[in-house]
């Protein structure tokens, strides 16, 4: 049994590790996160936050304040995979930090039952709504 959970532990570094190099993808300068959606140990989708498809690659106003507009990771990765013929049902959703309430609604709503991030963010509504609504949470630390 231990011998499961460490190659499960393993597993989720390394997809904490890939959404990280995917969150590099991010033209936001202020901070760049990075999701993927695993399900049956196949990445089904990914996401980076970033501006909407067909609007500039801007993030920030010139008051280095991120735009209203600008999708986070989680969000992107949902959307990509709602356009897809796979569905997020029962998936395990990577991310590179702790999801804010609104990307928690839209992981609730999409059928993801667990969610593993490796940063903490300083509101915590969002992890505690996904927990409420029976989604398991792990926060591992990535040292690479």
Known sequence: MCDKKEKQL??????????????ENSYCKRRQVGALIVKDQMIISDGYNGTPSGFENVCEDENNVTKPYVLHAEANAITKVAASSNSSKGATIYVTSAPCIECAKLIIQSGIKRV???????????????????????????ND
Request: charged residues 35%; proline residues 0%.
């Open 116 to 142: 593993v991030y490796s940063e903490k963010y300083r509101v915590e509504d969002g992890c505690n709504l996904l927990r409420r609504a029976g989604v398991i949470i792990d926060y591992i630390e990535i």
């Open 10 to 23: 393993e597993l989720d570094k390394r997809y904490l590790r890939m959404a990280a190099v995917w969150a």
